[in-house]
C-alpha cells in the first residue's frame, strides 16, 4: 500500500487542493509564484500544437494562468489572442490583474470576439466554478466545441465539476494541463491528462498545516454541529471521559452527554449515570436513542467494561448513522470484536494501541507506522490517527503526517482531550476532515499553551483548541 501510495490520495478535490495551497504559502510559496510555473507549463505544451492561439481567458484564477500562458507562447514567437470577455473591474484576484497588464506589454493580441486559430486554450472556469456555465463563458464553450481546432483546457474543462465531473456543457478538450494533482472529475479523462507541477513543496502535501483546517462552515440548527456522547469511566479512572467530553463541547459540539458512573461538576455538559451497559433507568442503545445521538467516543477510562460497552456501540452504529471515535480501552478490545467499521469511524491509538490492533509489534520508525497505519484504516475500515512525535493521520488512499506538538503533551489527558476534538468535528464533517484538523490543531495547542504558560495540560489544550480552529477559515 505505501509504495504506490500518493499522500492526500491520487485525486484532489477542491477543498484538498485548496488546504494544499494554503499550506503552500504559509511555508511561502506564493500564488504569483504558481501561477507563473502554471501557465509557463501550459505554453510549453501548447507551443508544438500550432502557429495560432486564441486564449479564452475567465476573471479567475484559471483565467490568470491563461493569461501567463499568453505571455509566454508570444515571448516563443507564436501568433496569440487573447479573448477576455469580462470588465477588467471584475477580477477579483490581484495575481490574476497583473498577468493581464503583463500579457498587455508581451506583444499579446487583445480580441473583442472568437476568432480562428490552430489552439484554443480554455482558460474560463477553473476550481473555483459554481453550477452551469453562465453567459459570456457558456456561448464562448459553445463556440469552441463547434469549432475545428486543437483544444487545450487548464487545470480541467470549462463546465466540469471539479469534485463528481458533472458535465451538462463542458469545454470539449484534446488535452488537458491539470495543475499540481488531477481533479475526482478528470478519473475518466485520464488518457487525455497531464499533470503540471507549479511549484507547491513536497512538504505542503506531506505534512498538516493551517489549510487542514478548511472544515465545513457550521450548521445554523440546534444539533447540526453534533450531539455527542463520550461513554467512558469506570471507577478507577473517572476523570478522562469528562475531560473528552469538555474538549468536544468546546471545539463547538452543540450538546454532548457523558455516560460515566461519576458525576462531575460541568455545567456545559450533561450527565447520564452510567452502571456497565445501563444507562440510568435504560439500556445503552435505548439512551443513545432517547439523546439523538450522532457521535459517539467511546473508550476513554472504560477499564474492564470495555469489550461489552464497545460492542454495543459498534452493533449501534451498523443500525444507526452515527459517526464513531474509539480510543483507549475501546481499541484494545477492537480486534477481539473483529468487527469493520465502515469508513464512519476514527481510531485514535498511540504507537502501544497501535501494535495490538495489528498484532504485530512495532517500531518508531516513521516508514513502519505509515505502514501500520494504512494497515490499521484497510482492516478496520476506519480512519487512524496514530500518535507520536510525527502524528501519522491515514484514511483509505490518504495519508498525511503531522509535526505540531511538542514533549510537554506526554502528560496523562492528552489522549483523552484528543478524542473529543475528533467527536465534536465528526459532528459537521467527515472523518478524514475530522482526523486531519484535530491533529494539527491539538498539536498547535500544545505548541501555544507551552509557550504562554510553560506546559501543556489537558485544560489549556480545551482552551486553545478552538481558538486554532477559528484561524482558517
Ligand atoms: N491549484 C493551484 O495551486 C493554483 C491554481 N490556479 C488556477 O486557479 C484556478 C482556481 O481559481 P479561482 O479563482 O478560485 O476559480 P476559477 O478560475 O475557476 O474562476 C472562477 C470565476 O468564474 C466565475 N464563475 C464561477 N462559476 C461560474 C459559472 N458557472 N459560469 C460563469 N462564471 C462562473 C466566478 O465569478 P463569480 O463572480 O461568479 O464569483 C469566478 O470569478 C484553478 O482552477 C487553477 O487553474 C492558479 O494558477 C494558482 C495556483
Ligand atoms: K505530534
Known sequence: MLNNARFRGEFYDVREMRAVELNSASLGFSEELMMENAGAWVAKVARSKGESFLILVGKGGKGGDGLVAARHLALMGAEVMVLFPYKECEIKKETTKKNLERAKMSGV????????????????????VKGMPRSPAKELIEQSNDFNAF???????????????????CFEADLIVTMHAPKPGLKNLMDKVIVAEIGIPKRADQYLG?????????????????????????????????????????????????????????PELIWRKRTG?????????????????????????????????????????????????????????????????????????????????????????????????FDISDSFEACVILKGPIDVVACKDKLVLNTTGNEYMTVGGTGDALSGVVGALLGRDEPWWAAKATTYAVGKSGE??????????????????????????
Open 210 to 266: 493551517p489549510g487542514d483546517l478548511l472544515l465545513r462552515p457550521r450548521g445554523i440548527r440546534k444539533g447540526s454541529n453534533g450531539r455527542v456522547a463520550v461513554i467512558g469511566g469506570s471507577k478507577r479512572y473517572q476523570g478522562a471521559p469528562w475531560i473528552s467530553a469538555l474538549a468536544a463541547f468546546r471545539a463547538g459540539a452543540d450538546l454532548v452527554y457523558v455516560y460515566t458512573p461519576t458525576r462531575m461538576d460541568f
Open 109 to 128: 493580441r487583445f480580441v473583442k470576439e472568437f476568432t480562428e486559430a490552430d489552439v484554443i486554450i480554455d482558460a474560463l472556469l477553473g476550481t473555483g
Open 151 to 169: 483544444k487545450i483546457a487548464i487545470d480541467l474543462p470549462s463546465g466540469m465539476d471539479p469534485d463528481t465531473g458533472e458535465c451538462e456543457l
Open 277 to 373: 451497559t445501563r444507562v440510568e433507568e435504560m439500556s445503552l442503545k435505548e439512551a443513545l436513542e432517547k439523546d439523538r445521538i450522532n457521535v459517539i467516543v467511546v473508550g476513554p477510562g472504560l477499564a474492564e467494561e470495555a469489550l461489552e460497552i464497545t460492542k454495543e456501540v459498534l452493533e449501534y452504529a451498523k443500525e444507526k448513522d452515527v459517526s464513531l471515535v474509539l480510543d483507549a480501552d475501546s481499541l484494545k478490545v477492537l480486534p477481539e470484536i473483529g468487527e469493520k467499521l465502515g469508513w464512519k469511524a476514527v481510531l485514535t491509538p498511540h504507537l502501544g494501541e497501535a501494535s495490538k490492533l495489528l498484532g504485530r509489534s512495532l517500531t518508531d520508525s516513521p516508514k513502519e507506522r505509515m505502514e501500520a497505519a
Open 448 to 473: 501555544i499553551c507551552v509557550e504562554e504558560r510553560g506546559h501543556a495540560s489537558p485544560t489549556c489544550l480545551i482552551e486553545t483548541v478552538p481558538k486554532v480552529l477559528h484561524s482558517v477559515k
